[in-house]
């Protein structure tokens, strides 16, 4: 171990913790940080006031601009913990690489601080909807593993318009869902009653099934529509938000989407599998009305004091140089919305995800609306174009436990069809 990594015992961490320039960072995954215990551990989760960095990241060429857009900086005291003493020292050491000199490695995580039901940890509140491929794959396998006991579930291959995605490879067991069958095409909006009915029934999907939904990142052979976005993923959590309206009671994500499951070790397969069908889906759609507004109740957020609009759209869209779609002619913004910040354009959503397309820590999300002033007391209602990446930023804002979230379906594109409804362009005031 480098001169400048010390080891430290539980009383030195808590000390620690009370200093200023200490930062503390966990290098697990960011699904055990998020309250998967993948150990067995009685307690899920991180310790309170913890970063994410996994180990993983080390693999990457940028990583240390990722630990520069978390402020971890040289002058401050760096504390690792994490599942192993490899992992943890394998971060030690990139650090110890790079010029940091003030390092502390902290190995009493599982067998001291988990033990220990006084001392605080954090969770992400319904973590048990983004799983790890862990989780997956135990499920696949037969297995019952931990937030998991049904005895019927539908692992879902989302894609949009390209059934030559799920055909080049895909998670085994999964069966193909094309986005469109719960969205229109014409309006983008999800489908109505009677056509998500109907659709759920031909995927097998009832109310009590167990769904799992991911997608690809990239498409194959040079046949993304949009490249190097990460439409596949979007689509995924926006069946999973159509879903989850309709009244199905257990959706869950993969998170990081195929990728994650291809980095854990686990191959595709091109053997494709039929939906099962069922004769009804034996509830009444919208199972959960409130998760999804339309254009009346958006207008009555903009006038309300316990409510909001928030534009997950990028900044040239969001100040009107662009619309940010090929078929969306008006460029400009919704007057009073609050700018939700996707990234660089309308097929990415990079500033909700991390460089492995895991979702970003949760507290970084949270503490970039809290700036924006999006805050969980109020009726958040999230909205982009056409609904996807409003989709994204809804289902965060869910997985935070946020009690009146819900998605703006129409966003842009409805709003700015009809003249009638003001626009704004520029920066605003």
């Known amino acids: 171990m480098e001169n400048n990594v010390q080891e430290i015992s539980t009383g030195d961490l808590q000390k620690l913790l009370s200093q200023d320039d200490a930062i ?5 995954s960011i699904d055990a940080y998020n309250g998967w215990a993948l150990r067995g551990e009685s307690r899920g989760g991180h310790i309170r006031g913890a970063k994410s ?6 693999r990457y060429m940028d990583w240390i601009e990722i630990v520069q857009s978390k402020d971890i900086t040289p002058e401050k005291t760096i504390i690792l913990y994490g599942y192993d003493v490899a992992n943890t020292d394998q971060v030690a050491e990139m650090f110890a690489k790079t010029g940091y ?4 490695v902290y ?5 001291e601080w988990v033990a220990d039901p006084d001392l605080p940890m954090d969770r992400l509140q319904r973590h048990r909807h983004l799983v790890p491929p862990e989780w997956l794959h135990s499920v696949l396998a037969g297995e019952k593993p931990q937030h998991y006991d049904n005895d019927k579930y539908v692992l879902v291959h989302a894609h949009y318009r390209n059934p030559d995605d799920y055909a080049a490879g895909h998670i085994p067991g999964a069966i193909s869902m ?10 983008w909006n999800r489908r109505s009653p009677e056509e998500l009915k109907a659709a759920l029934e031909e995927h097998g999907i009832a109310p009590d ?6 997608g690809r990142f990239s498409y194959p052979k ?5 490249p190097g976005s990460s439409a596949g993923h979007l689509g995924a959590i926006r069946c999973a938000a159509i879903m989850m309206y309709a009244g199905v009671e ?5 998170n990081g989407g195929i990728q994650s499951w291809e980095d854990a070790g686990y191959e595709l397969t091109t053997e494709a599998n039929k939906p099962e069908p069922i004769s009804d889906f034996g509830a009444k759609i919208p199972g959960r009305p409130k998760l999804f507004v339309d254009l009346p109740e958006a207008k009555e957020l903009l006038q309300s004091s316990d409510g909001d609009l928030v534009s997950v759209r990028s900044w040239p869209e969001f100040i009107g140089e662009v619309s940010g779609y090929n078929y969306i002619e008006p460029t400009g913004r919704i007057p009073g919305a609050i700018f939700g910040n996707c990234g660089s354009d309308a097929y990415h959503m990079e500033n909700y995800r991390n460089l492995d397309h895991t979702t970003r820590e949760y507290h970084e999300i949270a503490e970039i609306w809290r700036e924006a002033d999006i805050t969980p007391d109020k009726h958040l209602a999230f909205y982009c174009g056409t609904g996807w990446r409003g989709s994204e930023a809804f289902y965060n804002a869910w997985l935070m436990g946020w009690p009146r979230v819900s998605v703006f379906d129409g966003g842009w594109f409805e709003w700015s069809a009809d003249p009638e409804n003001p626009t704004e362009t520029g920066i605003p005031d």
Do not use: H, M, Q
């Open 107 to 111: 190995y009493g995580f599982l067998n």
């Open 178 to 187: 094309d986005t469109r069958a719960l969205e229109s095409p014409e309006t």
């Open 24 to 28: 503390l960072l966990d290098v697990r």
């Open 53 to 58: 960095l996994p180990a993983k990241w080390t």
């Open 209 to 214: 099934t167990t769904v799992i939904v991911y």
């Open 101 to 104: 000199d003030k390092i502390r």
């Open 250 to 254: 257990d959706v869950r994500v993969l």
């Open 222 to 226: 040079n046949e993304d529509p949009y």
